[in-house]
């Protein structure tokens, strides 16, 4: 059965500092990955995917991920982080076949200290 | 270009009552995925339509149930309600293409209160 792990239930980032958000999956075959953000009372915002190709994905908002098979990890990155990031962030997998369901993580709280 | 929109924002029910939850995809959209939201928690999948049939089901009861309709817009109904279901439900669209790997573009959501 697929799965996410985010062990973080909370990250404390400073203005401007780089900022890694953490996400480990299981899969029987080959994973598509997602990456969503929460805003209070507000449904989620996609902000990249990994289907196949290049490791690095770039998305929205200046954030990139990078997926490696070998850890089965999809850490969620932003070079530079700015308050109006803080927010939950969700990551998300879906195995490779025609089975649309996304199984996602338990979420991970951003907190950008100004 | 509209988003996924749902309707209504916000639903308080009592306990044994029914509630229906109202979503339209995003334009150019097919397939509408459900998702229930506890507090704290990340969603879980409900069930999904496509072609106006249900594709496929996670693990929630038979008291969940839903609808799609021709213009691709999709009802979930909750029976019997009980404490437990309260909950914010999403409603998620996406296009069934040959590799099935598009997004899923979520709307705002539903807050149901059951009391």
């Known amino acids: 059965a697929q799965s996410v792990a985010q062990p973080e239930d909370q990250v404390n980032v400073a203005e401007g500092n780089p900022l890694t958000v953490k996400c480990t999956y299981s899969v029987s075959g080959n994973p598509y990955l997602f990456w969503y953000v929460q805003y209070p009372n507000r449904g989620l915002q996609f902000l990249l995917k990994y289907i196949t190709g290049d490791n690095l994905v770039k998305g929205s908002y200046g954030f990139e991920a990078e997926f490696n098979k070998s850890q089965t990890s999809f850490h969620l990155k932003k070079p530079s982080a700015l308050v109006s990031d803080s927010a939950l962030y969700f990551c998300?997998?879906?195995?490779?076949?025609?089975?649309?369901?996304?199984?996602f993580g338990k979420g991970t709280r951003l907190h950008i200290l100004p | 270009d509209a988003g996924v929109t749902q309707s209504p924002t916000h639903l308080i029910k009592t306990r044994g009552q029914q509630v229906t939850l109202r979503c339209s995809p995003k334009s150019g959209h097919d397939t509408v995925s459900w998702y229930q939201q506890a507090l704290g928690q990340g969603p879980q999948f409900i069930f999904q339509y496509y072609e106006e049939e249900e594709r496929q089901r996670g693990n929630f009861p038979d008291r969940f149930s839903g609808h799609q309709f021709p213009n691709y817009s999709s009802e979930l109904n909750v029976n019997a309600l009980l404490l437990g279901d309260s909950a914010l439900y999403l409603c998620?669209?996406?296009?069934?293409?040959?590799?099935?790997?598009?997004?899923?573009?979520f709307g705002p959501g539903t807050r149901l209160t059951v009391l």
């Open positions: 998620a669209s996406s296009l069934v293409s040959g590799s099935s790997t598009d997004t899923q573009y």
């Open positions: 998300a997998v879906r195995e490779v076949n025609r089975d649309d369901k996304i199984i």
